[in-house]
């Protein structure tokens, strides 16, 4: 009994130490929420901190069910390891080593708004992202000096797709007349709810009508 015992407690020592000694990854984005376009770097370390060892980024956009793999790069000095992403939705990260997963991270993405002014009370207003939003409803806005905040004054619909420059971007458009005072800061915005699924709310450069 006692040699059962013994084999019993050396075997949950051991099994102890394992579990102590098993790496972590850790994994942490350089901004939550990046606009349509531009590029996040994902950083993370490996709690072993040996160098030259081969993380796998992993990505799980918006729509898809799964993740797939985003990229590969090794560790440096320390474990430490960063990568640099462009997503083009909202998307999960999460990064491997063997059979090791760090925690995921979510980076959500703003759809690129821009607004024109054509003439005196024209304007064009540009929606630039990795899908189509046409048919989507934004926001032409002016600023109120007595309320201080941004004050709703015209609904509109996205009615103009085009292709981007290149895939998956794509541009949608509208042209609008809309009065508003001179000197007036203007700016278009997207809510939350016309943004969804893919995208979080985003608003465009603000200017002097």
């Known amino acids: 009994m006692k040699i059962l015992a013994i084999t019993a407690i050396v075997g949950a020592a051991l099994a102890a130490a394992a579990t102590a000694a098993a790496p972590t990854l850790t994994l942490a984005a350089s901004a939550p929420t990046v606009v349509y376009g531009k590029s996040v770097t994902l950083t993370g370390v490996l709690s072993s901190q040996k160098t030259n060892q081969q993380i796998t980024l992993q990505e799980q956009p918006c729509g898809k069910t799964t993740f797939t793999r985003a990229g590969n790069v090794k560790t440096t000095t320390g474990g430490n390891y960063s990568l640099a992403q462009t997503p083009a939705v909202n998307t999960v990260y999460q990064a491997k080593w063997k059979g090791t997963v760090s925690s995921k991270v979510t980076v959500n993405v703003k759809p690129l708004l821009e607004l024109k002014k054509v003439a005196r009370g024209s304007y064009t207003a540009k929606v630039t992202a990795g899908m189509d939003l046409k048919g ?46 001179r000197r007036t800061r203007v700016r278009m915005s997207i809510g939350k709810l016309q943004a969804a699924p893919c995208y979080v709310a985003a608003v465009s450069k603000s200017f002097r009508a």
């Not at 941004?150 to 797709?161: A, E, G, M």
Request: hydrophobic share 40%; proline share 4%.
């Open 136 to 181: 989507k409803a934004i926001l032409f806005q002016r600023y109120s000096k007595t309320k201080k905040r941004w004050v709703q004054v015209k609904r509109i619909i996205l009615t103009t797709f085009t292709a981007g420059p290149s895939k998956p971007t794509m541009v949608d458009s509208v042209n609008f007349k809309a009065k508003v005072a």
